[in-house]
């Protein structure tokens, strides 16, 4: 029996949310109150999202893909056997899942490895297309051991579409015409244009499920290919999403960890809180701040609300690591403006333990770190930074994960895109659309002059022009 099938130990996996330190007591005497997060209208919210669900397909991710899993465990073990590179062609749905799973749940130089240790491929995600980025990629892989995988949910972004066009010219000049054993293709199962040349080219293909956005892909092939290519339990991953699942369909809001979220966050934008800096204390976690700047920025921020109103709704996402960043914006927090929300993740217990040697006893300013661990290190740091931004009036809460293990990364997976889904409902906007990315990438591809987006063209030659007295 695998841990995540007994449930004792899945409950001694549950994440933890204390928010204390958002609540007014005789620390923060301006703090939150109960009332003001009952007087939401949270029944209704969650019986919305109960009515979407059917709609929300990446809500089914969890339970669904039993078939799904064992097509990429299969691909994953020749990828495994054939490749010493993998590289993901993507970006921002499309990419960031990758790297925040595979930084949280592998080893953190896991590149430099050696294979043996490694157990998979390098890993190398390219989700941009500075001309560097692509050259330095070729100067250390080798193209006839590199599978690559070329994700994009409308089979049509610039970024991702150029990538593919260039690794195509690669491995036709270095291993011939037939490329489906070095690219695999994820994507739409009809819409857009790299499904049409994943059928040309007779490529492995994954499908992004109808319902399932960008955002929200990472429990889906978009993710888990990767993820399982790399060796991680994607089994595992899934069980700790349908356990949070679980876990947010408590109907009392109050009990139910992705309202509580939402309700929080709610109640800071309502009091002119609008950035939400997300503060791992753990390198694994780095890149989930990255992926959860994405899924609140672009589901969030919007300008109309569902009922055509102008909203401008949205909070600003920041991204920082604990405790690095206390020694760069942690001065920020607690003295500056009241205009932020500070999520801490935290972890019990981490991978390893690092003690910290006996040294200079003569020197008691060195010599106290001594006998104590990094893990006692970097606990208190998280518990002294919390404290004193609560001091100083600053609301924050901490999400602790009992372990960092697949189940805990899919249980954080799960209960950020619910508590993003639940916000949206709170403020009454369409969270699964992105009318202003889409806007960006019309205007790209007219300028590049793709086929049928003349009048965009003409809208972008009619600007107004540059004023020479702004340009120095
Ligand atoms: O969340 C979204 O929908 C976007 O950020 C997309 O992930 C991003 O624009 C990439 O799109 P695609 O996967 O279609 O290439």
Not at 24 to 47: C, I, M, N, Q, V
Not at 69 to 93: D, N, P, S, Y
Not at 153 to 172: C, N, R, Y
Request: aromatic residues 8%.
């Amino acid at each position: 029996m695998k841990d995540y099938q007994n449930p004792a130990w899945c409950q001694g996996m549950k994440l933890r949310i204390n928010y204390n330190n958002m609540m007014k007591s005789a620390l923060l005497p301006d703090g939150f109150t109960r009332e003001e997060l009952t007087r939401l209208p949270l029944s209704a919210a969650l019986a919305a999202m109960k009515a979407k669900r059917p709609a929300l397909r990446w809500m089914d991710l969890p339970h669904n893909q039993e078939e799904i899993v064992q097509q990429i465990e299969k691909t994953a073990a020749w990828v495994r056997e054939e490749a010493e590179a993998f590289v993901v062609l993507g970006i921002g749905g499309s990419a960031l899942g990758p790297i925040a799973v595979h930084q949280a749940l592998r080893h953190l130089n896991y590149n430099d490895l050696p294979k043996e240790k490694r157990g998979g491929p390098k890993l190398y995600v390219l989700d941009n297309v500075d001309p560097e980025r692509m050259a330095a990629l070729l100067d250390v892989i080798d193209i006839k051991k590199t599978v690559f995988n070329v994700i994009t949910k409308s089979g049509s972004t610039s970024e991702t579409m150029s990538q593919l066009l260039i690794a195509v010219d690669l491995l036709k000049k270095a291993v011939g015409e037939d490329i489906s054993r070095h690219l695999i293709a994820t994507t739409d199962k009809e819409k857009g244009n790299l499904i049409k040349i994943a059928r040309q080219e007779h490529l492995t293909t994954f499908i992004v499920p109808d319902g399932v956005g960008g955002r929200f892909s990472e429990l889906c092939p978009v993710g888990l290919v990767a993820a399982a290519v790399c060796g991680i339990d994607i089994r595992a991953l899934l069980a700790g999403a349908a356990y949070m699942d679980e876990l947010t369909q408590n109907e009392d809001p109050m009990s139910n960890p992705a309202c509580v979220i939402g309700a929080l966050q709610k109640v800071a934008m309502d009091r002119g809180m609008n950035i939400h800096v997300m503060m791992p204390y753990a390198d694994s976690l780095k890149y989930i701040s990255d992926w959860y700047a994405q899924l609140w920025a672009e589901s969030l921020g919007k300008k109309f609300g569902t009922d055509g109103s102008i909203l401008h709704a949205g909070q600003t996402p920041v991204k920082a690591l604990g405790v690095t960043d206390q020694h760069s914006q942690v001065q920020l927090y607690t003295e500056g403006p009241f205009d932020k929300v500070v999520t801490f993740l935290t972890v019990d217990k981490y991978r390893t333990v690092t003690p910290i040697p006996e040294g200079y006893p003569d020197i008691p300013d060195v010599h106290f770190l001594s006998g104590h661990t990094h893990n006692e290190l970097i606990a208190a740091e998280q518990a002294a930074t919390a404290y004193a931004l609560t001091k100083s009036g600053h609301v924050n809460y901490a999400i602790t994960l009992p372990e960092v293990n697949p189940f805990t990364i899919g249980e954080l997976l799960y209960l950020f895109e619910v508590a993003t889904a639940f916000a949206g409902e709170l403020l009454n906007i369409d969270a699964f659309d992105q009318p202003g990315v889409e806007e960006g990438k019309k205007a790209t591809y007219a300028l590049l002059g793709k086929p049928g987006f003349d009048e965009k063209r003409a809208e972008l030659n009619a600007r107004p022009a540059e004023d020479e007295a702004y340009i120095l």
